[in-house]
């Protein structure tokens, strides 16, 4: 046997995980996860098999396939984008470069929305700024008695929405248009909403996933209150009695939007944390008529 033979790398799932698992180190905080994912995508299988078939050697077609992907990964292309999909909430939604990804801290925004929705309640809610649909389809799926309307400003996105909603046979009805404007005056128990809150010089949206997002989706003007403001400000006339506003929001931003909805007459204004221990959601009741 040649040399080169000898010295030939070997191709079994177990090194190209590893020699992948190198490649990503630096530049992801994930690096042996996303390698299992990108390889279990391009064998067209799921996680498990890799680790019973650690031996196995993947097909060219497969090993090329990984390659590729592990290129766009170290480029900087999340996940997420390059498997075209995320999950949320127990939920397999398609996402694209359209869409802001899902993110486990949303689903603190989901889980108090549901607290405030009895499984029996005929509720409205509507979910502005849905993106990929994400928020909008978890309240459905898990409480099918409730009527979900969703708008978003950008067509793409809602059309990524739509899909999802389709694939998961879930009954929402979706909306093409800015925050409130294709609502028409109608009301809503809650208004419910993950919209852009960092602000526009933001060093951090020059790193990680967040380099990929759409900007649309991200940045809440100059200081990353625009959307929060022009939310709270309209959510009045479009909330019934004893309605509520759910508002997302950056770590550091809970007491200004508290202090926000305080001053325009909004009760019950309080917020809640995530798992890390940070504000995140902050909820209020619509102002006394």
Same mark, same amino acid.
């Given at each position: 046997?040649?040399?080169?033979?000898?010295?030939?790398?070997?191709?079994?799932?177990? /090194?190209?995980? !590893?020699? &992948?698992?190198?490649?990503?180190? %630096?530049?992801?905080?994930?690096?042996? @996860? +996303?390698? *299992?994912? $990108?390889?279990?995508?391009?064998?067209?299988?799921?996680?498990?098999?890799?680790?019973?078939?650690?031996?196995?050697?993947?097909?060219?077609?497969?090993?090329?396939?990984?390659?590729?992907?592990?290129?766009?990964?170290?480029?900087?292309?999340?996940?997420?984008?390059?498997?075209?999909?995320?999950?949320?909430?127990?939920?397999?939604?398609?996402?694209?470069?359209?869409?802001?990804?899902?993110?486990?801290?949303?689903?603190?925004?989901?889980?108090?929305?549901?607290?405030?929705?009895?499984?029996?309640?005929?509720?409205?809610?509507?979910?502005?700024?849905?993106?990929?649909?994400?928020?909008?389809?978890?309240?459905?799926?898990?409480?099918?008695?409730?009527?979900?309307?969703?708008? /978003?400003?950008? !067509?793409? &996105?809602?059309?990524?929405?739509? %899909?999802?909603?389709?694939?998961?046979? @879930? +009954?929402? *009805?979706? $909306?093409?248009?800015?925050?409130?404007?294709?609502?028409?005056?109608?009301?809503?128990?809650?208004?419910?909403?993950?919209?852009?809150?960092?602000?526009?010089?933001?060093?951090?949206?020059?790193?990680?996933?967040?380099?990929?997002?759409?900007?649309?989706?991200?940045?809440?003007?100059?200081?990353?209150?625009?959307?929060?403001?022009?939310?709270?400000?309209?959510?009045?006339?479009?909330?019934?009695?004893?309605?509520?506003?759910?508002?997302?929001?950056?770590?550091?931003?809970?007491?200004?939007?508290?202090?926000?909805?305080?001053?325009?007459?909004?009760?019950?204004?309080?917020?809640?944390?995530?798992?890390?221990?940070?504000?995140?959601?902050?909820?209020?009741?619509?102002?006394?008529?």
């Amino acid at each position: 046997m040649s040399t080169a033979a000898l010295a030939r790398p070997a191709n079994t799932v177990h /090194d190209l995980l !590893a020699g &992948a698992e190198r490649r990503l180190a %630096g530049h992801t905080p994930s690096p042996r @996860l +996303d390698a *299992e994912l $990108l390889l279990a995508e391009s064998m067209g299988c799921n996680r498990t098999r890799l680790f019973v078939d650690r031996e196995a050697m993947p097909a060219a077609t497969a090993q090329s396939r990984f390659a590729t992907l592990l290129d766009a990964r170290m480029g900087g292309t999340p996940v997420a984008y390059l498997l075209g999909r995320r999950e949320f909430w127990s939920l397999t939604l398609a996402v694209t470069p359209d869409t802001l990804i899902p993110r486990p801290e949303t689903e603190v925004l989901v889980q108090t929305a549901l607290d405030l929705i009895a499984p029996s309640m005929p509720a409205t809610v509507v979910d502005l700024g849905t993106g990929s649909g994400a928020i909008a389809l978890a309240l459905a799926s898990a409480r099918p008695n409730t009527r979900v309307v969703a708008t /978003d400003a950008s !067509a793409a &996105a809602l059309a990524v929405a739509v %899909g999802n909603a389709r694939a998961l046979n @879930l +009954d929402v *009805e979706f $909306l093409c248009g800015d925050w409130y404007e294709p609502l028409d005056g109608r009301c809503f128990d809650l208004i419910v909403s993950n919209p852009p809150y960092v602000a526009a010089g933001d060093v951090h949206l020059n790193e990680g996933d967040l380099r990929h997002e759409p900007p649309l989706a991200l940045i809440g003007g100059d200081d990353g209150f625009a959307a929060l403001d022009a939310i709270a400000d309209g959510a009045a006339d479009h909330l019934l009695t004893d309605g509520w506003l759910l508002l997302e929001h950056g770590a550091a931003q809970g007491l200004p939007v508290r202090n926000r909805l305080g001053l325009n007459g909004y009760r019950e204004v309080r917020t809640i944390r995530d798992l890390a221990g940070l504000e995140r959601v902050t909820l209020a009741r619509r102002p006394v008529a």
